[in-house]
């Protein structure tokens, strides 16, 4: 008998490093996702060893996979496939990206049976970088790209394991690699371009852009935003990289119904986990999004004087009056 394509098992991976906040914010709706859905197992693999994390994911018993030195988003991802390889799918999502629909996930599952597409991504439409072409993939408008994200990742078990893991060179600037990486894809044939986004799945999340962890000094930077050591690796045309970790590393806890950390949302509040101004910003930011993803004109008028009262002084709605006001100047200019 031919296996059910969609009775899978699926990994959701939020990689984390050095936000700790974050994690309280926006990882209890990952916990209610995974709950309501058996099929999606969550773990958090953070780059490093920070007693907060050690400490959150304790309490709330979410599995944590931490190392004993910090080597960037790459090797936190190569930790969790190292130590989980059964699973059929892989999500790799980052720390600054919040949940609002969790049929993001079964969906992309959905598309890759379908379109046999190994690799999907997703981001914030802007970071599309030299699009080359669209398709539709289960009723979901597919753009394909040469740049782009990985904000949001998507992976199957048969891809990672064809192309490799993310390269350990750069383990030495705790950052990058994720372009290099989706490259593989096409070179095997298991995708069409590196970056293949369904682009009407982006409301998905709200898209969150906090100061960067890592900064690296006196490294040239193309026009596509790929560092001078990436762009080397790059032009080798890799298409497989032995799967490797470097520090050692642990787990924390075990695969398991995320349910005590999905309760926290049944009371209805959005952060039941934080309080105080960082409650208030993260309740602006997200009224912030409801405004731009609103349907009629009076629903986003509405939500955007809420998040005017919630918290006049976030910069994101300041940059959003102006360009509102920018955009009723406009047709008089």
């Not at 904000?151 to 994720?178: C, I, M, Q, S």
């Amino acid at each position: 008998m031919k296996a059910d394509p969609y009775d899978f098992h699926a990994l959701v991976c939020i990689t984390s490093c050095q936000r700790g906040k974050l994690i309280r914010r926006y990882l209890p709706h990952y916990a209610a996702f995974c709950r309501s859905d058996p099929r999606f197992s969550l773990v958090v693999s953070l780059d490093g060893t920070e007693r907060p994390y050690l400490d959150f994911c304790k309490e709330w018993e979410i599995p944590l996979l931490y190392s004993e030195e910090r080597e960037g988003v790459g090797l936190a991802k190569n930790r969790a496939f190292e130590r989980f390889p059964d699973f059929d799918h892989y999500f790799f999502i980052e720390d600054d990206v919040e949940l609002i629909d969790g049929a993001v996930f079964p969906l992309h599952i959905e598309m890759a049976v379908e379109s046999g597409i190994h690799h999907f991504s997703l981001f914030e439409p802007r970071g599309l970088g030299k699009p080359v072409g669209e398709s539709t993939v289960a009723d979901n408008r597919v753009v394909h790209a040469r740049f782009g994200g990985a904000d949001f990742n998507f992976f199957t078990r048969e891809g990672l394991e064809k192309v490799g893991g993310w390269h350990p060179l750069f383990a030495r600037y705790r950052r990058w690699g994720h372009t290099e990486h989706s490259y593989r894809f096409p070179r095997v044939n298991l995708a069409p371009e590196p970056f293949n986004v369904a682009v009407d799945l982006t409301e998905a999340f709200t898209w969150h852009a906090p100061p960067q962890v890592t900064r690296v000094e006196g490294v040239e930077i193309n026009e596509n935003q790929i560092a001078l050591p990436e762009q080397e690796l790059m032009a080798q045309e890799l298409e497989h990289v032995r799967l490797q970790t470097l520090a050692a590393y642990h787990l924390m806890g075990e695969i398991q119904p995320p349910v005590r950390l999905a309760s926290a949302l049944d009371g209805g509040d959005r952060y039941p986990l934080i309080g105080g101004r960082e409650r208030q910003q993260a309740l602006s930011d997200h009224l912030l999004w409801q405004s731009r993803t609103a349907r009629s004109p009076l629903r986003n008028a509405v939500t955007f004087a809420r998040l005017l009262a919630a918290w006049p002084g976030n910069p994101a709605v300041r940059k959003a009056v102006k360009a509102r006001r920018r955009g009723r100047r406009s047709p008089g200019a």
